[in-house]
């Protein structure tokens, strides 16, 4: 079974910066899409960002040039660099993954596979 935790999370101000980090466990295939999603104070999760075994990203538009995704195999860690943040940006963020590789041209939720998520908050 695959674990996921993830960290970095805290409060900026509007135009700053933050790093997540999701540490993987267990046994991942290479095919396996990785992905975060967030939730806002009242709203639904959404995926933000996909990544595949072979490095290919995909970004939802209003996050698109602020935020990186990265992947690194060997420590099994999931990485998301966030840049000028503003209060939108607000809240519950979340890893997954998923064997599937044609998740990783979606933004959906139904991921095999979550970590507990860390708040970021934004002001």
């Known amino acids: 079974d695959v674990q996921l935790v993830e960290s970095g999370g805290g409060a900026v101000q509007t135009g700053g910066s933050l790093k997540l980090s999701c540490a993987v466990s267990g046994y991942l295939y290479a095919q396996y899409c990785m992905g975060w999603s967030r939730q806002a104070p009242g709203g639904e999760r959404e995926g933000i960002a996909t990544i595949t075994s072979d490095g290919t990203t995909r970004y939802r538009d209003s996050v698109k040039g602020r935020f990186t995704i990265s992947r690194d195999n060997d420590k099994n860690i999931l990485y998301l660099q966030m840049n000028n943040l503003t209060p939108e940006d607000t809240g519950v963020y979340y890893c997954?993954?998923?064997?599937?590789?044609?998740?990783?041209?979606?933004?959906?939720?139904?991921?095999?596979?979550w970590g507990q998520g860390t708040q970021v908050t934004v002001s």
């Open positions: 997954a993954a998923d064997p599937k590789k044609w998740l990783c041209s979606w933004f959906r939720t139904d991921f095999a596979s």
